[in-house]
């Protein structure tokens, strides 16, 4: 397996082979209706449907029915659109069409996302008082979606909506793209109701502002890096605000976000994971339909929903999203996907993992190989996370190290730290920095009610606060590590220098990250893969070489040096 060929010192290698030179005739409408059925039932036991309760249309059945929690989390009143969607979609099976039950729980969601609005107009999500400005902007969206498409003239749900795209036009989320692109078609929704200036103003303010933070490659920042799930999502969100405004000033990044997108779809139909900033490992339909629709980029963009919801898993990668995100904007992502599907006649792309190529996104610290029959990833910014397929079928998924310093605590190589060295030579990938010191923290009454007095007294600067603590965790070991991986004919070394001074045992680090991120850790087929529980002892200094095998598709120690 050849490695990258550096040029001018950051290579993004070309595909060898256009990627509309595959033609395909009419396709039939892809099967996200069999999804949709699957898991509608389960979204719908979520909403109380009681018309007597006070908490009638609620979609937190945690807080309306199981009383686990004490308030009711406004994001997944998003379930609203996917309400609507379902009423007004006619499609084989679709037991809710036109069914005035399903109308009318649509509506009960809209009206009581009102009730639980704060008075400045956002919304909360994980704990009162909060003024999160992804359940405003994604609410926002959702609400106004629902509004037109069930052709509502209601008073009191268009006061509820004006304050919300009212603090969104002052608040901003730069961290996180998807959230600030949500806004903004949350927002471009909100003006295509009421023709309010101010509204269109905020939107191209913010748009701007956003194409600002665009990285070049093909994706938007996502906590420090790119994300697979999430960009996704920001897509989606793109797509939609795209094909309402026209702004020709996203078509361009539009294109560009499926090329990079396409990278990371797997040959087993999975897409995403460990290599990625946020570690998602699913994917959103909706954009990729909206860019076939519109042709952008649309031979790539079939490809992938061929790949992700066509062939014999039929989207099953999918069926491992929780309650809360089948809720949030998976349901209804999916059911617009359907919504907007056209019979299609398109030269149909081949994706990355089916062309020789050699890339490397050195602002994304990705790097992607095909060499026949076999794919890899390489998470370089993630301490050379690797991943690699060989027929089809996940072979490897190597994650490096940690090192637990105390309960709750670990130093890991797989972190995602812009600190870190890298270096791309002919067939070779180095990486060299320090451990990343991570922990973790497990709920107490007494935390959730600290956290809940901190709410009253800061506010919404209390946000910034926990995500500093908890997702933006900076402070490095003493421990460092230096990883060589060598991709040659079939076959990829990977050799490891380990410098531990800690005093504690080096060990094989798990697939699943102690990144908190609400979306992750779903289940996926890449955990079922032998990780190991090797304990490497205590030694200062520790060398690992070991073996992938392509033809056999085995790992192998080769050699294990103390010092």
């Known amino acids: 397996m050849k490695g990258p060929q550096v040029k001018g010192g950051q290579t993004i290698e070309p595909r060898t082979e256009d990627p509309k030179t595959v033609p395909v005739g009419m396709t039939d409408t892809p099967p996200y209706a069999a999804y949709i059925l699957r898991h509608l039932p389960r979204v719908l036991s979520q909403v109380n449907r009681d018309r007597d309760m006070?908490?009638?249309?609620?979609?937190?059945?945690?807080?309306?029915?199981?009383?686990?929690?004490?308030?009711?989390?406004?994001?997944?009143?998003?379930?609203c659109l996917t309400l609507a969607l379902a009423y007004k979609e006619d499609f084989p099976g679709n037991?809710?069409?036109?069914?005035?039950?399903?109308?009318?729980?649509?509506?009960?969601?809209?009206?009581?996302?009102?009730?639980?609005?704060?008075?400045?107009?956002?919304f909360n999500e994980y704990y009162p008082n909060e003024h999160s400005f992804p359940a405003t902007a994604f609410n926002l969206y959702a609400a106004c979606k629902t509004y037109r498409l069930l052709k509502l003239e209601d008073a009191h749900i268009l006061g509820?909506?004006?304050?919300?795209?009212?603090?969104?036009?002052?608040?901003?989320?730069?961290?996180?793209?998807?959230?600030?692109?949500?806004?903004?078609?949350?927002?471009?929704?909100?003006?295509?109701?009421?023709?309010?200036?101010?509204?269109?103003?905020?939107?191209?303010?913010?748009?701007?502002?956003?194409?600002?933070?665009?990285?070049?490659?093909?994706?938007?920042?996502?906590?420090?890096?790119?994300?697979?799930?999430?960009?996704?999502?920001?897509?989606?969100?793109?797509?939609?605000?795209?094909?309402?405004?026209?702004?020709?000033r996203v078509r361009r990044i539009i294109e560009e976000m499926v090329e990079f997108l396409s990278h990371f779809i797997h040959p087993d139909g999975t897409a995403g994971g460990e290599?990625?900033?946020?570690?998602?490992?699913?994917?959103?339909?909706?954009?990729?339909?909206?860019?076939?629709?519109?042709?952008?980029n649309a031979g790539t963009a079939s490809a992938m929903i061929r790949k992700l919801y066509e062939e014999d898993g039929r989207g099953s990668f999918m069926d491992s999203v929780d309650d809360r995100y089948l809720?949030?904007?998976?349901?209804?992502?999916?059911?617009?996907?359907?919504?907007?599907?056209?019979?299609?006649?398109?030269?149909?792309?081949?994706?990355?993992?089916?062309?020789?190529?050699?890339?490397?996104?050195?602002?994304?610290?990705?790097?992607?190989?095909?060499?026949?029959?076999?794919?890899?990833?390489?998470?370089?910014?993630?301490?050379?996370?690797?991943k690699v397929y060989r027929n089809g079928k996940e072979i490897c998924n190597d994650c490096g190290y940690r090192i637990p310093l105390a309960p709750g605590r670990i130093a890991a190589t797989n972190w995602l730290n812009p600190e870190l060295e890298v270096l791309i030579r002919e067939n070779q990938a180095l990486i060299r920095g320090r451990f990343t010191v991570v922990k973790s923290r497990t709920q107490t009454p007494l935390y959730h009610f600290l956290l809940r007095l901190a709410a009253l007294v800061r506010g919404e600067r209390l946000r910034d606060d926990i995500k500093r603590l908890t997702i933006f965790q900076k402070e490095k070991s003493e421990a460092s590590f230096g990883r060589r991986i060598?991709?040659?004919?079939?076959?990829?070394?990977?050799?490891?220098?380990?410098?531990?001074?800690?005093?504690?045992?080096?060990?094989?680090?798990?697939?699943?990250?102690?990144?908190?991120?609400?979306?992750?850790?779903?289940?996926?087929?890449?955990?079922?893969l032998w990780q190991g529980p090797e304990n490497y002892g205590t030694a200062g200094k520790v060398t690992l070489c070991r073996t992938i095998d392509l033809r056999g598709g085995k790992t192998q120690e080769e050699r294990i040096e103390y010092a």
């Open 486 to 528: 060598v991709f040659e004919q079939e076959k990829i070394r990977i050799e490891d220098k380990i410098c531990n001074p800690t005093g504690k045992a080096l060990v094989r680090a798990s697939n699943i990250s102690f990144r908190l991120v609400a979306s992750a850790k779903f289940f996926a087929s890449s955990d079922l």
């Open 54 to 79: 006070t908490t009638y249309g609620s979609c937190d059945r945690n807080y309306w029915h199981q009383s686990i929690r004490d308030f009711s989390s406004a994001i997944l009143q998003q379930t």
């Open 95 to 122: 037991y809710c069409y036109g069914n005035e039950n399903v109308r009318e729980w649509s509506v009960a969601a809209l009206r009581y996302m009102g009730t639980i609005q704060l008075k400045d107009g956002s």
């Open 275 to 296: 290599y990625g900033s946020r570690n998602t490992v699913y994917f959103l339909p909706a954009g990729l339909e909206t860019c076939v629709r519109l042709d952008l």
């Open 160 to 248: 509820s909506l004006r304050k919300a795209a009212d603090w969104l036009c002052c608040h901003d989320e730069t961290a996180t793209c998807n959230q600030q692109l949500a806004s903004i078609a949350g927002l471009y929704q909100y003006y295509r109701i009421t023709e309010e200036q101010t509204v269109l103003d905020g939107v191209d303010r913010k748009m701007t502002g956003i194409l600002s933070l665009y990285s070049g490659e093909g994706w938007f920042p996502e906590q420090g890096g790119a994300d697979i799930g999430y960009s996704s999502v920001a897509l989606d969100m793109l797509t939609d605000y795209f094909e309402e405004s026209g702004d020709e």
């Open 327 to 386: 809720t949030h904007y998976v349901l209804h992502s999916y059911l617009r996907a359907l919504a907007g599907c056209k019979p299609r006649r398109c030269r149909e792309g081949r994706l990355p993992y089916q062309i020789p190529h050699r890339t490397v996104f050195k602002k994304a610290g990705l790097m992607t190989i095909c060499d026949g029959d076999c794919y890899a990833v390489v998470g370089l910014a993630k301490g050379g996370i690797l």
